[in-house]
C-alpha cells in the first residue's frame, strides 16, 4: 500500500468520522430517524445513543461472515479507523456547538444526497478501484 493510499484512506476516515460524529452511524440512517419522530428523543439525544449503540461489538457475526468471504481488509480498516476515530471527536465536538435545528438538516441533507447518489448516478461499471474486490465484482 502507497502512501497516497493510506492519506485517501486517512481522509476518508477522518470524512466518515465527522458525519458519524455529527449525525451517528451504523444504523443511524435508520435509528436516529425513529428515535427521534416516533419516541420523542432530542436530535442530539438520538445521535448520542446511535453513536453508543456502535461502542459495543453488536456486529462481530456480520464481521466474521464478510472476513471468511474475503469481503474485509483489515489492512486498509485499522487506516480508516485513525482517521474515524479522529474525525468522529471532532464531528461530535462540532455538532454540539450547532444548534440542534442545523444539526437535522445536515443529518436530512445528507440521506437525501446519499438516496439520490443511489437513485440516479451509481456506475456499476467503475474498475478502477485499488480495493482487490473490485476485480472480483467486475468479473461477476
Known amino acids: 500500500m502507497d502512501g497516497n493510499t493510506i492519506l485517501i484512506l486517512l481522509a476518508i476516515g477522518l470524512f466518515t468520522g465527522v458525519l458519524g460524529g455529527m449525525v451517528g452511524v451504523g444504523g443511524g440512517i435508520i435509528l436516529v430517524p425513529a428515535l427521534v ?8 439525544d438520538a445521535q448520542g445513543t446511535s453513536l453508543a449503540l456502535i461502542m459495543f461489538p453488536v456486529g462481530i457475526l456480520g464481521v466474521m461472515q464478510y472476513y471468511k468471504q474475503g ?3 483489515f489492512n486498509i480498516v485499522w487506516i480508516l479507523a485513525i482517521g474515524f476515530v479522529a474525525g468522529s471527536f471532532l ?4 455538532s454540539l456547538q450547532l444548534p440542534q435545528g442545523i444539526v437535522r438538516k ?3 441533507c445528507l440521506l437525501i444526497i446519499i438516496a439520490m447518489k443511489m437513485l440516479f448516478f451509481d456506475n456499476q461499471k467503475k474498475s478502477n478501484s485499488t480495493h482487490p474486490s473490485a476485480s472480483k465484482e467486475n468479473q461477476s
Open 91 to 94: 464531528g461530535s465536538k462540532l
Open 71 to 73: 469481503h474485509i481488509d
Open 37 to 44: 419522530y416516533l419516541l420523542g428523543f432530542s436530535q442530539l
Open 106 to 108: 445536515v443529518f436530512a
